[in-house]
């Protein structure tokens, strides 16, 4: 079996049918998937090429940079009449009019919410950003791998742990 043959078997496992009659995500993913999997299998990559191929692909894919931030001019443009900047390379980094760099996506809320409409009333976790998720950051710099999740109690559930009835 041809590896990608056994990646159509494992996309058939995963839900996403070779025969799907909708015309939808689960289609265009299936088959942009395995389009990109058949040009990967024509490069000749060995076991010790691959995984750096790969890992400089999902990199590049998820617009992530490849090498720290320098905070260079060449590295902004102008967003705003207030003097607010964008990097070019890395789109969650900012600086603002004072020359202070902050990443937008530094800190990442959650809280527990429940609705009697959804999901039985069970509570589950949501997840949110604002002003406050900004953290400021100095040059070089890389991003990190993920974001900081922080737990925002409310009235009705002050613990990142849920207690049952009685406990």
Not at 8 to 20: I, Q, R, S, V, W
Not at 42 to 55: E, R, Y
Not at 109 to 130: C, I, L, N, Q
Request: aromatic share 14%; with cysteine.
């Amino acid at each position: 079996m041809t590896k990608l043959d056994w990646a159509k078997t494992e996309l058939e496992f995963a839900g996403y049918p070779a025969n799907d009659p909708e015309d939808g995500p689960n289609k265009w993913l299936r088959e942009g998937t395995l389009e990109l999997l058949e040009v990967f299998s024509t490069q000749g990559h060995s076991g010790s090429s691959a995984p750096f191929a790969l890992n400089l692909f999902s990199k590049l894919a998820a617009y992530k940079p490849l090498t720290p931030l320098t905070g260079n001019d060449s590295e902004w443009m102008e967003v705003s009449d207030d003097g607010k900047c964008q990097n070019v390379r890395a789109s969650s980094v900012f600086r603002g009019a004072d020359g202070q760099a902050y990443w937008l996506d530094g800190v990442v809320f959650w809280e527990w919410y429940s609705a009697d409409d959804m999901y039985d009333g069970e509570p589950f976790k949501t997840y949110f950003t604002s002003i406050d998720s900004r953290v400021n950051i100095e040059f070089p710099w890389c991003q990190p791998e993920s974001s900081e999740y922080k737990f925002r109690p409310s009235d009705k559930y002050p613990n990142e742990q849920l207690t049952q009835v009685g406990e």
